[in-house]
């Protein structure tokens, strides 16, 4: 074995697809065994499992769905465990996970929703998936184990949608994962942390690649490698454009502002921690390992005005009217101050005289997956302001370089799609995107439009 390098370490994350089954299970253990710099490696739960401990997790289905929802589970996990013919510690530690299911949902159905018992049934789809590649890779020949994410991935307390604390984090990968990767190929769970009192916390759907990168920044990895179903990064979802096509390369400012406009393969917040750290991040197919993918990087070769183009559907514009906001002060920091209390994050505005109008994506990104435009929000708002909500709309946004300090970029994008109503523009906040709201109805088209002409040249 190639001599373990703490400057050459590379952490592995694999996504739920392709942990769902020994199959995909057995590809991601070709690509830790083909590199022996991959010392440690986050995973998902497998696919389908966290989707359904989220049901399990709202508490308000019935023993029968319950039941059904939890056999469902059992049987994702034992099909795996039949065909692994684990060692029986692995099994009696799968039945224990397996209750532990059992015991929690039926808490929070009978005894009431409680967010940190939430978490901590989430968390249990991720910890079988981690078991069962650890025992994966010692069946194989390789020195590896199970390591619990808990011990190093410390956050706040806000269950179901936890923000990480890497300072600390830092200092926990030093003191319990640093030495163990002299040894082991290290396999841990990605989506969960703890707080300082140790109670399970889960960072918000999606969170494995933020806990991927959270784990590369605190090791100083030389790369992060993001295994997933998809081969790369596309110039467009290849589902709305047909005729878009991978990229090499792109730069960490526009990886991120894909995520943030709807790429549905990175975690908007995934590319902090790696960009903070200057940790490259590979993007590859666990099916096909042998494709290029595509690397974010903090610079890159080439710097094309439009690098890719991307869709976010189910926006919700709200519109506050107030008169009180002629010629006042504050009333922009009093609207986000309440949205700020429910957690809600806003993506774009435009103001006028007496109005702001903002989007909002209508779910979030909170493991419970309940709506963000609260009866309880709008009450807040009323004192302040009128408001009226919208739906049914998307946001396409063009990402690139210097879009906001190229002439002709927005007359070419109006050009191209006069027929179309634009609802609302939002271009200059960032070099790296012009981004504009319509109709959800309307969006492939524009989409396949706007990629012809900027990306098809
Ligand atoms: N299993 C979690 C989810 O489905 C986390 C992840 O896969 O990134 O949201
Ligand atoms: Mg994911």
């Known amino acids: 074995m190639q001599k373990y390098l703490e400057s050459s370490v590379i952490v592995a994350k694999f996504g739920g697809t392709s942990v769902a089954d020994l199959p995909a299970l057995q590809r991601c253990a070709d690509i830790i065994q083909a590199n022996p710099a991959i010392r440690v490696v986050v995973v998902s739960a497998a696919a389908g499992v966290t989707n359904r401990l989220v049901a399990l997790a709202k508490g308000k289905s019935n023993d029968a769905e319950r039941m059904q929802l939890l056999s469902e589970i059992m049987a994702i996990q034992h099909s795996i465990s039949g065909e692994l013919l684990p060692t029986p510690e692995i099994n009696a530690q799968l039945r224990e996970y397996l209750s532990r299911m059992a015991e929690l949902s039926a808490y929070l159905s009978e005894v009431g929703v409680e967010a940190s018992k939430q978490d901590e049934l989430l968390a249990l789809g991720e910890r079988c998936s981690s078991m069962f590649l650890a025992e994966l890779l010692r069946q194989r020949g390789l020195t590896s184990r199970d390591f619990d994410a808990c011990q190093v991935i410390r956050t706040d307390s806000h269950f179901g949608n936890a923000e990480a604390r890497p300072m600390r984090i830092g200092m926990l990968a030093k003191e319990y994962l640093k030495p163990l990767l002299e040894n082991y190929c290290v396999v841990t769970q990605g989506f969960i942390g703890?707080?300082?009192?140790d109670r399970v916390t889960t960072l918000g759907r999606g969170g494995s690649d933020l806990s991927a990168a959270l784990f590369a920044e605190a090791l100083k990895a030389h790369a992060l490698q993001i295994w997933t179903d998809v081969d790369g990064i596309y110039t467009?979802?290849?589902r709305q454009v047909p005729s878009a096509r991978p990229i090499a390369e792109i730069t960490f400012a526009e990886a991120a502002e894909m995520a943030t406009f709807g790429a549905k393969i990175l975690h908007p917040?995934?590319?902090l921690p790696a960009q903070r750290a200057q940790v490259p991040v590979f993007v590859g197919c666990t099916r096909e390992p042998e494709k290029p993918g595509t690397w974010i990087k903090s610079k890159t070769q080439q710097r094309p005005v439009c690098r890719a183009l991307s869709l976010r559907r189910g926006q919700v514009l709200l519109t506050a009217r107030s008169l009180n906001m002629l010629h006042a002060r504050g009333f922009l920091a009093e609207l986000f101050a309440i949205l700020a209390r429910h957690r809600i994050s806003v993506d774009l505005i435009t103001t006028s005289e007496v109005s702001v109008a903002l989007t909002l994506d209508a779910t979030g990104s909170h493991s419970s997956g309940n709506s963000l435009i609260s009866n309880e929000l709008l009450a807040e708002l009323a004192p302040l302001c009128d408001v009226e909500v919208e739906d049914g709309l998307a946001l396409v946004?063009?990402?690139?370089?210097?879009?906001s300090n190229t002439p002709e970029v927005a007359s070419r994008v109006f050009q191209m799609i006069a027929k179309k109503n634009i609802r609302m523009i939002s271009q200059g906040a960032s070099p790296n995107n012009l981004c504009?709201?319509?109709r959800e109805d309307d969006a492939s088209d524009i989409l396949n439009t706007l990629h012809?002409?900027?990306l098809e040249t």
Do not use: N, Q, Y
């Open 397 to 403: 946004a063009i990402i690139g370089h210097e879009l």
């Open 236 to 238: 467009c979802d290849p």
């Open 436 to 438: 504009i709201l319509v």
């Open 269 to 271: 917040a995934t590319l």
């Open 452 to 454: 012809r002409g900027f």
């Open 194 to 197: 703890s707080d300082a009192a």
